[in-house]
Nanobody, 118 residues
Framework: QVQLVESGGALVQPGGSLRLSCAAS????????MGWNRQAPGKQRELVAG???????TYLDSVKGRFTISRDNAKNTVFLQMNSLKPEDTAVYYC????????????WGQGTQVTVSS
């Protein structure tokens, strides 16, 4: 059974920092591309940051220079370091694991709430 469990969401003031974690089980973690997506109320889910199995990263333009995605394959965990947080970063953040072979494997976590407010 595949599980992605996010943690680290919280209420933080503008300009603050948070580190999200996503612990994966039930998959060969090192072979998966990992991503952080977010969904704000009334908006579509969007990819915030992605990290492939070979280390290639991608970021949403609005978070470049503020957010950093990383992974620890020994611990089956992906992280999202978020600095200089803004109110518009408020959303539920979801971890995603994806692997493309003959079949596409695509898994989601349950989400963790990030609220940026004074």
């Amino acid at each position: 059974q595949v599980q992605l469990v996010e943690s680290g969401g919280a209420l933080v003031q503008p300009g603050g920092s948070l580190r999200l974690s996503c612990a994966a089980s039930g998959i060969t973690f090192s072979t998966y591309s990992m991503g952080w997506n977010r969904q704000a109320p009334g908006k579509q889910r969007e990819l915030v940051a992605g990290l492939t199995s070979d280390g290639t990263t991608t970021y949403l333009d609005s978070v470049k220079g503020r957010f950093t995605i990383s992974r620890d394959n020994a611990k089956n965990t992906v992280f999202l370091q978020m600095n200089s947080l803004k109110p518009e970063d408020t959303a539920v953040y979801y971890c995603n694991a994806r692997r493309y072979t003959v079949v596409t494997y695509n898994y989601w976590g349950q989400g963790t709430q990030v609220t940026v407010s004074s």
